[in-house]
């Protein structure tokens, strides 16, 4: 499977704690490279999720998610304890992973970023990162809020 995320967003929070960044760092062009490679190889496309539709109706693009993959959904696997402790966890200084860490559920999280014209630089690598985003956007699999489904 692959996630999409919006470039913008992916650009503003990494550069927020990162202000180095580079291209292959973010990793636009190489995700996109992958998701061509397993399509050919396989003769279809790798399910994507577009993250930001994933997080507006969790249980429906999970829901879409397993059953593109051909797995049982399972709903109590849609909450978990927050694990204060683990090895596995990466720490680092930056804290990209603190949100994760302290995670109860898939849900959208607060964004407190500056913008992404606050730097000519941030705006190059979105240039650059914004058509592999929208290639793997238009094959993503389609998720719909029950509402949204009834309503269209």
């Known amino acids: 499977m692959t996630t999409a995320r ?17 291209l292959p760092e973010i990793g636009f062009e190489e995700l996109h490279t992958l998701f061509k490679r397993v399509a050919d190889r396989d003769g279809n496309a790798p399910p994507v999720i577009d993250s930001d539709e994933m997080l507006g ?13 051909g797995i049982p959904f ?5 909450n978990w304890e927050q694990r204060d402790e683990n090895p596995t966890w ?5 804290g990209f ?3 994760l860490r ?17 730097s000519t630089d941030m705006m190059r690598l ?18 719909k809020s029950p509402a949204e ?4």
């Not at 470039?7 to 580079?22: C, G, Q, Y």
């Not at 249980?59 to 993959?69: D, F, H, K, P, W």
């Not at 302290?102 to 606050?118: E, G, I, V």
């Open 6 to 22: 919006d470039p913008e967003k992916v650009l503003t929070s990494m550069h927020a704690r990162w202000n180095d960044i580079t």
């Open 102 to 118: 302290a995670s109860t559920s898939l849900k959208k999280q607060p964004r407190n970023y500056p913008p992404l014209q606050s």
């Open 90 to 94: 990466n720490s680092d200084e930056h």
């Open 57 to 69: 109706s969790a249980e429906t693009g999970m829901r879409v998610y397993c059953n593109a993959i």
């Open 126 to 143: 979105y240039e650059a990162s914004k058509p592999h985003y929208d290639a793997l956007y238009e094959q993503r699999l389609c998720v």
């Open 74 to 78: 399972i709903p109590a696997a849609m």
């Open 149 to 152: 489904t009834s309503a269209g």
């Open 97 to 99: 992973h603190d949100a």
